[in-house]
Each structure stands twice: as structure tokens, then as C-alpha cells.
């Protein structure tokens, strides 16, 4: 339980940022994509070497950042959008996952794929998840400024820096890393659910970048610390008690924040005038 709680706090601090710039840039269903392009990488290193938490990183990380570039050129050589191409390369990529382990493994080695188990974190995956979050953190630090112009002017950033494409990649590749670390503790499915769902209930709560980064991931990890103590307490899989708690608190956001759907309702208050 302490393994999982100090995984948890490293994805908190690590893969909820990613994913509150995921937000922001209106790619928060990337996240899910890119959690299932990892997924044939990761299976070719478990087909190779077993359940290797270093081949299997490297597996997940190549194949991530290969989705990255193939999707980024069909998007610059054809008609079709990001969005698009994204689709259908993580469409791909589950397919041909799911069916590399099963030519190999059983059923339960395709359960701790898909969804993990963060009660198994042994000390050489927290050490990959904190490095991961540290890296994250480093990175973010460095891309701040362009990536906070291009999820609210991507024109602009390109018409006054070239630092729009560094950005760009440099951010999708850092979605691939965060995925690869919450894909050991909670799987390919649940590793997004971590990473968008603090995010989306920080974002009623405040506008301000800054603010919204802290309260994403304090949320992160206090859903975490409540899915932990839910699944010791009830018995049941910790995994999905996390991100069924990181979804009440999206849930209780959207109703109690001052951006939600009750404030939405109430009547607006009347200016004093001079």
C-alpha cells in the first residue's frame, strides 16, 4: 500500500500536468489513444522477456513515439486531421497488442497489461515512475511559456517563434513517457483516467494556469489516497477504485465549483452601481 501510495504521488505530480495541458489544447481524447499505441510495444517486450519492467518500458516508449511521428506525417502529407489519424493508429495499435500477448500469455497476463497492478509496484518501478515524473516536470518547466501560448494562440507561437514544432513533439512526447509510468502502476486503460480526469475537475475550480496545475494534482492524489484506502477497506481492485474516485471528485467539481453546473443555475448577482 505505501509502494502504490508513493507511485500514485510521483503519477500526480508527473502525468496530471500532462494532462491538464491535454485539456487546455482541446486533445484530452489523444490521452486514450496514445495509452493504447503503447500497448504493442509493451507486448513485444513481454512476448521477449516476460514481464521485464525494462523491456517493456522500452517496448511502450518506441511504439508511443513512433504513433507520434507516423500520425504526424499523415497528418502533414494528406487531407486528413490529427484527430483522425491518431485514431486510426491507436485503433491499430490495441488490435495488434491485445493479440501479440494473447499468441504468448493467458488471460491473466492480459489483464495485468490492460489494467495493471499498483499493489505490485516493486522499488524498480517506483524509481522508472519517479525519474518519468522528475523528467515531466523538468521538461514542463523549459516548455512552459510555449506551451501556455499555443493551447490558447497556436498561430500566434508559430508566427513569432519557432519553437512551435519543439513544443509540439516535445509535449507529445512527454504524453508517451507519463503514459509508459502509469501504464505499470494502473495498465494501458486506467493510466489516462489519472492523467485527465483531476485535470477536467480542476478546471471548474479555477482559470489561472498556475493554480489549476496545483489543484489537478493535489486531487490526483488525494483521489489516489481514497481509492487505496476504498480498495483495502472493500476488497476490491485498486486500479479502478483510483480512477472511480479521481471521477467522483470530477463529478462533485461539476456540481460544487464556482464554473459548474449548479453555479451555472443560480441567478447572477446584480452590480452595485457608483
Known amino acids: 500500500m505505501r509502494r502504490a501510495l508513493a507511485g500514485c504521488l510521483a503519477l500526480a505530480l508527473g502525468a496530471t500536468p500532462v494532462g491538464v495541458f491535454l485539456l487546455l489544447r482541446r486533445m484530452s481524447l489523444m490521452g486514450d489513444a496514445m495509452s493504447h499505441a503503447i500497448l504493442p510495444g509493451a507486448a513485444l517486450g513481454y512476448l521477449a522477456f516476460g514481464l521485464s519492467l ?125 503514459l509508459v509510468a502509469g501504464f505499470h502502476a494502473l495498465g494501458t486503460l486506467m493510466a489516462v483516467g489519472i492523467m485527465i480526469l483531476p485535470a477536467a475537475a480542476a478546471r471548474v475550480w479555477t482559470r489561472r494556469l498556475g493554480p489549476l496545475l496545483a489543484t489537478a494534482s493535489a486531487l490526483a492524489f488525494a483521489s489516489a489516497l481514497a481509492g487505496l484506502l476504498l480498495s483495502f477497506h472493500a476488497d476490491v481492485p485498486a486500479g479502478p477504485a483510483i480512477v472511480l474516485m479521481c471521477g467522483l471528485a470530477y463529478l462533485a467539481s461539476l456540481l460544487l465549483a464556482p464554473d459548474g453546473v449548479l453555479a451555472a443555475r443560480l441567478p447572477a448577482r446584480s452590480h452595485l452601481e457608483s
Open 54 to 178: 525494462a523491456a517493456m518500458t522500452v517496448g511502450g516508449i518506441l511504439a508511443g513515439l513512433a504513433v507520434v511521428l507516423l500520425a504526424g506525417l499523415v497528418t502533414r502529407s494528406s487531407v486528413l486531421k490529427e484527430d483522425a489519424s491518431l485514431a486510426t493508429f491507436y485503433l491499430l495499435s490495441l488490435a495488434a497488442g491485445v493479440m501479440i500477448v494473447s499468441l504468448r500469455g493467458n488471460n491473466l497476463d492480459l489483464l495485468h497489461v490492460l489494467f495493471g497492478s499498483v499493489l505490485a509496484l516493486d522499488d524498480a518501478s517506483l524509481l522508472l515512475i519517479a525519474a518519468i515524473a522528475s523528467l515531466t516536470l523538468f521538461g514542463l518547466a523549459l516548455l512552459l511559456r510555449p506551451l501556455a501560448l499555443e493551447c490558447f494562440d497556436p498561430a500566434f507561437l508559430r508566427g513569432v517563434s519557432r519553437l512551435s514544432p519543439v513544443a509540439h513533439y516535445g509535449f507529445l512526447a512527454l504524453v508517451v513517457f507519463n
